[in-house]
């Protein structure tokens, strides 16, 4: 079992940056694939960041690509979500997860193992 727990989420202007940290319990989690989801009220969840096991290998939904970056610390069994530019519509819960399978999409909700509960993002404008 592996257990995640989110922190860094809160309230922030239009163009600021938080930054969101996801730290693992219970098991290494070297080899997963990690990955940040997001949110709204009345949305579905949506991916947001992935990384595979290796720090390099990186993935990003369209609208956040050169605003966040993921990476992750395996000594710390911690991911982060470093974000920039930050917009109104970046608000959402955001939850940290992750995927057994290395080979997986690393995009899709239903491919991942373990969830935390997640934090809120809110941007105002």
């Known amino acids: 079992q592996v257990q995640l727990a989110e922190s860094g989420g809160g309230l922030v202007q239009a163009g600021g940056s938080l930054r969101l940290a996801c730290t693992a319990s219970?098991?290494?989690?070297?080899?997963?694939?990690m990955g940040w989801f997001r949110q709204a009220p009345g949305k579905e969840r949506e991916f947001v960041a992935a990384v595979r096991w290796h720090p390099s290998n990186t993935y990003y939904l369209d609208s956040v690509k050169g605003r966040f970056t993921i990476s992750r610390d395996n000594a710390k069994n911690t991911m982060y979500l470093q974000m920039n530019s930050l917009k109104p519509e970046d608000t959402g819960v955001y939850y940290c997860?992750?995927?057994?399978?290395?080979?997986?999409?690393?995009?899709?909700?239903?491919?991942?193992?373990?969830w935390g509960q997640g934090t809120q993002v809110t941007v105002s404008s």
């Open positions: 997860a992750a995927d057994k399978n290395p080979l997986g999409s690393a995009r899709y909700p239903e491919e991942y193992d373990y």
């Open positions: 219970g098991q290494t989690f070297s080899t997963y694939t």
